[in-house]
């Protein structure tokens, strides 16, 4: 899987506006693989809301940039991903834009085995500024991962959600 592109869209847009923001979202997902969820979280308004389903350490809902920044480095600690993004659909006016993602993410754990979580995202904007998104996964998968994680000692893998 090394190999794999981190994105599988055209990013073509006879709507420069859609094309920006299908490019960023693309170059955010890059930078996520690389461990860098700084450049996300630059394209967040101050009180976005972030909500992953589930109720697991990784699950619920952030309402602060600083509550989703704290939700990533926990992310990337306890289960590093590689996301390839499979579809983007960008819709509505600049201040009340839609974008949808379609991605794959290859989850490799320090213990348990690897596994495919194929997921949804559903992303509200207004100019540019991220408001609110959604994630959609498999849940189970993440519960039976960060189960294998609390059995090996892994402590933050049963903390409480990250809501702030």
Do not use: C
Not at 103 to 113: A, E, H, N
Not at 144 to 160: F, H, R, S
């Amino acid at each position: 899987m090394e190999n794999q592109t981190t994105h599988k869209v055209n990013t073509f847009s006879i709507n420069p506006y859609r094309w920006i923001l299908k490019t960023r979202i693309i170059k955010g997902f890059d930078e996520l693989n690389k461990q860098n969820y700084h450049y996300l979280t630059n394209l967040f308004d101050d009180n976005v809301n972030y909500e992953l389903e589930g109720d697991h350490s990784l699950g619920g809902t952030r309402i602060s940039k600083g509550g989703v920044e704290k939700w990533f480095e926990r992310l990337l600690r306890l289960l590093p991903s590689k996301f390839v993004v499979n579809s983007i659909v960008v819709s509505g006016p600049i201040w009340n834009t839609t974008a949808i993602i379609e991605f794959t993410d290859t989850v490799t754990p320090k213990f348990g085995q690897p596994y495919i979580n194929n997921g949804i995202q559903v992303i509200k904007l207004h100019f540019g500024k991220v408001l609110k998104v959604h994630t959609y996964v498999n849940t189970n998968k993440v519960i039976n991962a960060l189960n294998v994680l609390y059995d090996n000692g892994i402590i933050e893998a049963k903390a409480d959600k990250i809501e702030e």
